[in-house]
Nanobody, 125 residues
Framework: QVQLVESGGGLVQAGGSLRLSCAAS????????MAWFRQASEKEREFVAG????????DYAHAVKGRFTISRDNAENTIYLQMNSLKPEDTAVYFC??????????????????WGQGTQVTVSS
């Protein structure tokens, strides 16, 4: 089992920044890749960014590319999402996810085995 705990969400004005953290515990050696997803009210959960645990390769959704940066600290079993130039449309609950199956970064929520509880990000206009 893997446990994921997110932190760092909050309320910010448009143009501002936030940094999310996701700490993994348990059988962390089984994690191949990790990602951030988000879910806005009455919308489906969508991929935001992902990172391979071994190579550090990253992938970003088009909507956040150039504004968000995903990074990892393997020693601390933690990933981060630095979010800059935030927009009201970034408002959502942000979830951390872990994939224990493949090293490649996948964009489908159903491919991930473990999820955090989510952290709310609200961007005011």
């Amino acid at each position: 089992q893997v446990q994921l705990v997110e932190s760092g969400g909050g309320l910010v004005q448009a143009g501002g920044s936030l940094r999310l953290s996701c700490a993994a515990s348990g059988r962390t050696y089984s994690i191949y890749a990790m990602a951030w997803f988000r879910q806005a009210s009455e919308k489906e959960r969508e991929f935001v960014a992902g990172i391979s645990r071994s190579s550090g390769n990253t992938d970003y959704a088009h909507a956040v590319k150039g504004r968000f940066t995903i990074s990892r600290d393997n020693a601390e079993n933690t990933i981060y999402l630095q979010m800059n130039s935030l927009k009201p449309e970034d408002t959502a609950v942000y979830f951390c996810a872990a994939d224990t199956t493949l090293f490649v970064i996948r964009r489908t929520a159903g491919d991930y085995d473990y999820w955090g509880q989510g952290t709310q990000v609200t961007v005011s206009s």
